[in-house]
């Protein structure tokens, strides 16, 4: 996506947004909530690309509405910026003007190989194929909520078959059927 249509799309969103204080159904509370599950501090502020990586973990499928992508990309692109929750409140009536909605959690007997691959390449950020210890912090909050991982170093140390401080796609796959006790096919 150009940086023309990613402008003009965000004009847009603004403006609807403006016109229509209507389009939030997220209750101030869900909000808030989603906030706090983010906050990985616990301190109150989370960075832009927390809430990408938090977004696109909870929603498989988010990438597939263009509006969402080109907001997420754009967060994504500024990462590194700090935001407080009032802040946070209008990322998310933006990108619910958009057409973002809120995923049903899926049951660990509905989770199919396909959904294992999409949550490893949201953790693995650097896109390098394996999972580093600080990837895995990034996603601490991610991996203990999805899959009651409580320690980050626990579970990188105890799946790190080939000892490399990563866990590879192999390794985190096997982690989590074993995790969730899914019955899918074992990779070769």
């Known amino acids: 996506v150009s940086l023309l249509q990613e402008s003009y799309f965000r004009s847009i969103l603004r ?3 403006k016109q229509n204080k209507k389009l939030s159904t997220m209750k101030k509370e869900d909000v808030k909530a989603l906030f706090i ?3 990985k501090e616990d301190d109150g502020a989370i960075y832009l690309r927390e809430i990408v990586l938090y977004l696109r973990a909870m929603n498989e499928d988010i990438d597939k509405n263009l509006e ?21 409140a209008e990322i998310m009536e933006e990108l619910e003007g958009a057409g973002w909605k ?5 049951k660990a007997k509905e989770i199919n190989s396909m959904d294992l691959r999409a949550i490893f390449n949201l953790v ?7 999972v580093s210890r600080t990837e895995a912090r990034m996603a601490a909050r991610l991996l203990k909520k999805r899959f ?5 170093n626990e579970w990188l140390k105890a799946n790190d078959e080939n000892k490399d401080g990563r ?9 989590l059927k074993k995790i969730l006790k899914l019955k899918i096919e074992d990779l070769e």
């Open 37 to 39: 599950q983010i906050d």
């Open 124 to 130: 693995d950020v650097d896109r390098s194929g394996s």
């Open 167 to 175: 866990l590879n796609f192999k390794e985190f796959y096997r982690s």
């Open 15 to 17: 403006h609807n947004c």
């Open 68 to 88: 969402v992508k080109v907001l997420l990309d754009q967060y994504d692109t500024n990462g590194q910026d700090e935001l407080g929750f009032n802040q946070f």
């Open 148 to 152: 009651a991982i409580e320690n980050v």
């Open 102 to 106: 809120k995923a049903k959690n899926k």
